[in-house]
């Protein structure tokens, strides 16, 4: 479901192919997920936004993305 991803320095953003008549739900449901393992991301439209903190350490940079990853498995 991941169309695209894109970054500069640590920002980031995951494009995901919209549902057909629903848009923004899949960007919607991985917020939701991410909460739930407590990582807050941010959406917009279907794409996620990663914006971390610029004093982030590189262990909490892994910690979030293993927490995406997992959530972008988890989704329809």
Same mark, same amino acid.
């Given at each position: 479901? +991941?169309?695209? $991803? %894109?970054?500069i ?8 192919? *919209? @549902?057909?008549?629903? *848009?923004t ?11 739930? %393992?407590?990582?807050?991301? %941010? ?9 971390? *903190?610029?004093? @982030?350490?590189k262990g909490q $940079? ?5 927490h995406?990853?997992? +959530? ?5």
């Amino acid at each position: 479901n +991941v169309i695209d $991803i %894109r970054n500069i320095g640590l920002i980031g953003a995951i494009e995901l192919a *919209p @549902i057909a008549g629903q *848009p923004t739900k899949r960007a919607f449901s991985a917020f939701v997920k991410a909460f739930e %393992r407590g990582a807050l991301i %941010r959406t917009t439209g279907d794409i996620i936004a990663l914006s971390p *903190p610029l004093i @982030i350490t590189k262990g909490q $940079i892994n910690e979030l993305i293993d927490h995406v990853r997992e +959530v972008l498995r988890a989704i329809d």
